[in-house]
């Protein structure tokens, strides 16, 4: 059985008010209804998908440069983790260095988003990702 669109939690990890906001407005101006949970740093987000806090499935957008436990960090922290390891990852980032893409890619992240070539409306990440569920299958 395929999950609807509608179904899939988006988990935002994201320390910025600013581009929190301007990521949630996008994808509400596009009429993308998916619930979004934040967390503001990876430390969080990893304690509230450890304790389930984030329904499955889910889509975790992942930003680099932040207090705690930074992007990196918490893509090795769940791809160490059994029950997270399968977790879909998009890394949304003002970071061009080549050593955060590698990483990324490194620990199976489905994209690597820049926030300077997304602007404010974040419009190209929505299509992303409004066209990536639409395809892909997740488990029950």
Known sequence: MTKKMEEITLLLVEDDDVDAMSIERSFKSNRIGNNIIRAYDGLQALEMLQNDEVPTPHIILLDLQMPRMNGIEFLQAIRDDKKLASSVVFILTTSRADDDMTAGYANQIA????????????????????????????PK
């Open 111 to 138: 994209g690597y988003f820049l926030k300077d070539d997304s602007g404010t409306n974040f419009i190209d990440l929505v299509n992303v990702l409004d066209s990536y569920w639409k395809v892909v299958q997740f």
